[in-house]
C-alpha cells in the first residue's frame, strides 16, 4: 500500500488529489475542535468517557467530536442513516425503484432526496443531543438556563449541529469529485485514526505505569503480559480483515457462441466473482446502532436504579455476555438484509439468459436461480460469522482481561483496514489507466 501511495505521488493529478483529499481532511479536523457555544465542554467530555456504549460508538464516529459537542459532534450518522433509509424504500417504493433504474438521472434525484433527509435527520438529531446535554449532563452554562436565553441557547446549539452534520456530507461529496477515495468513509477513517495517538496512550500507561514500576510487587505482571498480548491480537485481526476481504467465490460461466453478420462471438468462459464480505462494515454499524437503543433510551429516561428496566439496561451494556450475543446475531441478520437487498439471483440470471450464458451443469431459469441463492446464502453466512467474530470478539477480550475501552476495537480496525484496501485499490486502477498503451503506442 505504500509502494502504491508513494508510485502514485509521483503522478501529478494523482498527488493533487491526495493533496486536496488531505485538506478536506484537515477541515474536518479542525471543526471537531470548535466547540458549538453554550455548552460546558469538561462537563460533556468526562461524561461520554464515563457513559460507554453508544455514546462511545458516536465518539467513535465523530473523530472525539461528540465528546467535545464540537460542530461535528453528529459527525456522518445524519448521511448514513438517511441513505439506508433510502436504500430501503428503493425497494418498498415503486417511484424511487424506477428513479433507481434511470441511470445517472435518476441517481441524482436519488442523492438529491438523500440529502435532504440528511439535513432532517441532522436537525432531529441535534434537538436529541441537546436535550441530552440539558437534561442528562446538565453541561449548559449557567448564564443560559433559564429565560428567553435558554431558549436563545437551544436554537443556536441545534442549528450548530445540523449545520455540522450538512457540512460534513458536502465535504465527503468533494472527495467523491474532486478527492481520493469514498469521501464519507475517508471521513470516518480520518476520524477513527485521529484517536489512535490517545489508545497508544492508554496502552502505554497500561504497560508501563501499571505494569513495569508495579512488577516488583507482584501487582503489574498482568498487564507486562497483556499488553504485548492485545498488540498481536490487532496485528492478528488486521490480517484476518484484509483475507476476507479480498477472499470470493467465483461462479463459472459459459458464453455460446453466436454468430452475427459475418463475425462469432461468445465461446468464451468467465464467472461471476461473490465476494465473502460483500456488505461491508454496514452490517457492523447497523447491529451496534440497534443494540444500543436502550441505551439511548436510558440517557434521556434516566438510569434505573432497581427492577425490570434496571435489568434491561444492565444486560444492554457492552460488557455483558448478553448484549455481545445479541450483537452477534444482529450482525449476521444485517448481512443477510443487505446483500438481499443488494443482490436479485433472479435478476443475475435473467442477465446471463440475454447475453448467452449459463453455469456449467444447470439449466437457465429456476435452477440457476436457485442455485445462486444457495451460493449467496453460504458465502454470506461465512462472511457475516466473519464479521460478528471481528465484532464481538474484543468485547469477550475485555471481559477477561479487565481492561476497558476496547468494546468497539475490532469496528474500528474493521472500518480502518477495509477503507485503506478500498483507496489502495482505487489507486492502482487510476495508475493503470494512466500508464495504459493504446494500440497507436
Given at each position: 500500500?505504500?509502494?502504491?501511495?508513494?508510485?502514485?505521488?509521483?503522478?501529478?493529478?494523482?498527488?493533487?488529489?491526495?493533496?486536496?483529499?488531505?485538506?478536506?481532511?484537515?477541515?474536518?479536523?479542525?471543526?471537531?475542535?470548535?466547540?458549538?457555544?453554550?455548552?460546558?465542554?469538561?462537563?460533556?467530555?468526562?461524561?461520554?468517557?464515563?457513559?460507554?456504549?453508544?455514546?462511545?460508538?458516536?465518539?467513535?464516529?465523530?473523530?472525539?467530536?461528540?465528546?467535545?459537542?464540537?460542530?461535528?459532534a453528529?459527525?456522518?450518522?445524519?448521511?448514513?442513516?438517511?441513505?439506508?433509509?433510502i436504500?430501503?424504500?428503493t425497494?418498498?417504493?415503486?417511484?424511487?425503484?424506477?428513479?433507481?433504474?434511470?441511470?445517472?438521472?435518476?441517481?441524482?434525484?436519488?442523492?438529491?432526496?438523500?440529502?435532504?433527509?440528511?439535513?432532517?435527520?441532522?436537525?432531529?438529531?441535534?434537538?436529541?443531543?441537546?436535550l441530552?446535554?440539558?437534561?442528562?449532563?446538565?453541561a449548559?452554562?449557567?448564564?443560559?438556563?433559564?429565560?428567553?436565553?435558554?431558549?436563545?441557547?437551544?436554537?443556536?446549539?441545534?442549528?450548530?449541529?445540523?449545520?455540522?452534520?450538512?457540512?460534513?456530507?458536502?465535504?465527503?461529496?468533494?472527495?467523491?469529485e474532486?478527492?481520493?477515495?469514498?469521501?464519507?468513509?475517508?471521513?470516518?477513517?480520518?476520524?477513527?485514526?485521529s484517536?489512535?495517538?490517545s489508545?497508544?496512550?492508554?496502552?502505554?500507561?497500561?504497560?508501563?505505569h501499571?505494569?513495569?514500576?508495579?512488577?516488583?510487587?507482584?501487582?503489574?505482571?498482568?498487564?507486562?503480559?497483556?499488553?504485548?498480548?492485545?498488540?498481536?491480537?490487532?496485528?492478528?485481526?488486521?490480517?484476518?480483515?484484509?483475507?476476507?476481504?479480498?477472499?470470493?467465490?467465483?461462479?463459472?460461466?459459459?458464453?455460446?457462441?453466436?454468430?452475427?453478420?459475418?463475425?462469432?462471438?461468445?465461446?468464451?468462459?468467465?464467472?461471476?466473482?461473490?465476494?465473502?464480505?460483500?456488505?461491508?462494515?454496514?452490517?457492523?454499524?447497523?447491529?451496534?446502532?440497534?443494540?444500543?437503543?436502550p441505551?439511548?433510551?436510558?440517557?434521556?429516561?434516566?438510569?434505573?436504579?432497581?427492577?425490570?428496566?434496571?435489568?434491561?439496561?444492565?444486560?444492554?451494556?457492552?460488557?455483558?455476555?448478553?448484549?455481545?450475543?445479541?450483537?452477534?446475531?444482529?450482525?449476521?441478520?444485517?448481512?443477510?438484509?443487505?446483500?438481499?437487498i443488494?443482490?436479485?439471483?433472479?435478476?443475475?440470471?435473467n442477465?446471463?439468459?440475454?447475453?448467452?450464458?449459463?453455469?456449467?451443469?444447470y439449466?437457465?431459469?429456476?435452477?440457476?436461480?436457485?442455485?445462486?441463492?444457495?451460493?449467496l446464502?453460504?458465502?454470506?453466512?461465512?462472511?457475516?460469522?466473519c464479521?460478528?467474530?471481528?465484532?464481538?470478539?474484543?468485547?469477550?477480550?475485555?471481559?477477561?482481561?479487565?481492561?476497558?475501552?476496547?468494546?468497539?476495537?475490532?469496528?474500528?480496525?474493521?472500518?480502518?483496514?477495509?477503507?485503506?484496501?478500498?483507496?489502495?485499490?482505487?489507486?492502482?486502477?487510476?495508475?493503470?489507466?494512466?500508464?495504459?498503451?493504446g494500440?497507436?503506442?
Amino acid at each position: 500500500m505504500f509502494q502504491t501511495l508513494r508510485n502514485a505521488w509521483k503522478i501529478p493529478d494523482l498527488r493533487q488529489k491526495i493533496l486536496y483529499t488531505l485538506f478536506i481532511i484537515l477541515i474536518f479536523r479542525i471543526g471537531s475542535a470548535i466547540s458549538v457555544p453554550y455548552v460546558d465542554v469538561n462537563v460533556i467530555a468526562s461524561a461520554v468517557s464515563e457513559s460507554g456504549g453508544i455514546m462511545d460508538y458516536l465518539s467513535l464516529l465523530s473523530g472525539g467530536g461528540f465528546s467535545n459537542a464540537s460542530i461535528f459532534a453528529l459527525s456522518i450518522t445524519p448521511y448514513i442513516n438517511a441513505s439506508i433509509i433510502i436504500q430501503l424504500l428503493t425497494v418498498a417504493i415503486p417511484p424511487l425503484e424506477r428513479l433507481a433504474k434511470e441511470g445517472e438521472a435518476g441517481r441524482k434525484k436519488l442523492a438529491q432526496i438523500t440529502r435532504y433527509t440528511t439535513v432532517v435527520l441532522g436537525l432531529m438529531l441535534g434537538i436529541a443531543y441537546f436535550l441530552m446535554v440539558k437534561n442528562n449532563y446538565n453541561a449548559l452554562v449557567a448564564e443560559v438556563r433559564s429565560g428567553w436565553s435558554f431558549w436563545f441557547a437551544a436554537v443556536v446549539i441545534v442549528l450548530c449541529f445540523t449545520a455540522g452534520s450538512a457540512l460534513m456530507m458536502w465535504l465527503g461529496e468533494q472527495i467523491n469529485e474532486r478527492g481520493l477515495g469514498n469521501g464519507i468513509s475517508m471521513l470516518l477513517f480520518a476520524g477513527i485514526i485521529s484517536r489512535v495517538p490517545s489508545v497508544a496512550s492508554y496502552l502505554w500507561n497500561l504497560f508501563y505505569h501499571a505494569g513495569i514500576q508495579q512488577l516488583n510487587g507482584g501487582a503489574g505482571l498482568k498487564y507486562v503480559l497483556i499488553v504485548p498480548i492485545i498488540l498481536v491480537i490487532f496485528l492478528a485481526i488486521i490480517t484476518f480483515i484484509v483475507v476476507i476481504t479480498d477472499a470470493e467465490r467465483r461462479i463459472p460461466v459459459q458464453y455460446a457462441k453466436r454468430v452475427v453478420g459475418r463475425k462469432m462471438y461468445g465461446g468464451q468462459n468467465t464467472y461471476i466473482p461473490i465476494k465473502v464480505n460483500m456488505s461491508g462494515v454496514m452490517p457492523i454499524i447497523l447491529a451496534v446502532s440497534m443494540v444500543s437503543v436502550p441505551s439511548v433510551i436510558f440517557r434521556f429516561t434516566g438510569t434505573p436504579e432497581k427492577g425490570f428496566f434496571y435489568w434491561i439496561y444492565r444486560i444492554f451494556t457492552p460488557s455483558h455476555p448478553v448484549y455481545a450475543v445479541l450483537y452477534f446475531v444482529l450482525i449476521i441478520g444485517f448481512a443477510f438484509f443487505y446483500v438481499t437487498i443488494q443482490y436479485n439471483p433472479l435478476e443475475m440470471s435473467n442477465n446471463l439468459r440475454k447475453n448467452s450464458g449459463a453455469i456449467p451443469g444447470y439449466r437457465p431459469g429456476k435452477p440457476t436461480v436457485d442455485y445462486i441463492k444457495r451460493v449467496l446464502n453460504k458465502i454470506t453466512l461465512i462472511g457475516a460469522i466473519c464479521l460478528g467474530v471481528i465484532a464481538v470478539f474484543p468485547i469477550f477480550f475485555s471481559n477477561v482481561s479487565g481492561i476497558q475501552g476496547l468494546a468497539l476495537g475490532g469496528t474500528s480496525i474493521m472500518i480502518v483496514v477495509g477503507v485503506a484496501l478500498e483507496t489502495s485499490q482505487q489507486m492502482e486502477s487510476q495508475m493503470m489507466m494512466r500508464h495504459y498503451k493504446g494500440f497507436l503506442d
